[in-house]
Structures are given as C-alpha cells and as structure tokens.
C-alpha cells in the first residue's frame, strides 16, 4: 500500500472492488433436475450457490480460489418446476487469505409477477498460489 495512501482509500477501493463482484445467474427449473416432489434437487441448489458464490469471490480478486467452507445452509422455501430461480453472490467479508461470500436463490413464477426468498448460505473461499498454498486474497494492485 502506498504510504500517501490513507486506510479510508483502501476501505473505499475494497467496496468497490466488492460491489464489483457480485455475481447474478438465473436458471429454469425443468423436470430433469427435479426431485419426486417436482421440487429442485437440494444438491443441485448447492452447487449452483458454490459455483454463482466461485464467481463473486473470482471476480473480487482474480486469484486461483479453492472453496473450503460452507456455512449454515437455509431452505426457507421449494423451487418447483416451472419456476425461475435467480442465484445471487456476493462477497461478505475479506480476510488475508480467505473470503466469505453470501448466496442467496430467489424463486420466481415463470408466468406472473411473484418472488419470494427461497434459499441463504455463506461459502468461504481461500486463494491458493502456485504452490497450492493460501496467498493474500487481495491487494489494491489486484
């Protein structure tokens, strides 16, 4: 960090470098990733979430990422077939060498105006180097 360079400048460059980053994905839910409920698969939903919460955190600091975290998953509500679901990640917190990056799924009638918050999680991510070992995460430089 450059000596001129006051902790308010940094903090200011890391939000927007933050705001930056989120991450927006909408999906279809058709039958074939359904369950026998005609619901979205739980399983299929996580990975959706790690991979939008990959890209947020990506796109944050544009580093090699492993994801070596996920926190307390919500389901608050079904994603049925024949819905929207719109997948949201965005970074949360900035460690030195880690990120957490919270996801949320919003599911949407595909035929009227009606959204409602079906799913929240919070994925953390370490930024590994070449050596595979955790490196800073971000830098102003980055």
Known sequence: MPLSQTPEDRSSAMNARIEKSEARVIKAIFPSITNHHNTLFGGEALAWMDETAFISATRFCRKPLVTVSSDR??????????????????????????????????????????????????????????DRQPTQVWTQES
């Open 73 to 130: 998953i919500d389901f608050k509500k079904v994603i049925p077939a024949g819905s929207l679901a719109e997948i949201i990640a965005k970074v949360i917190h900035v460690g030195n060498t880690s990120l957490k990056v919270e996801v949320n799924i919003f599911v949407e009638d595909m035929y009227r105006d009606h959204r409602e918050h079906a799913i929240r999680g919070v994925f953390t991510f370490v930024a590994v180097g070449d």
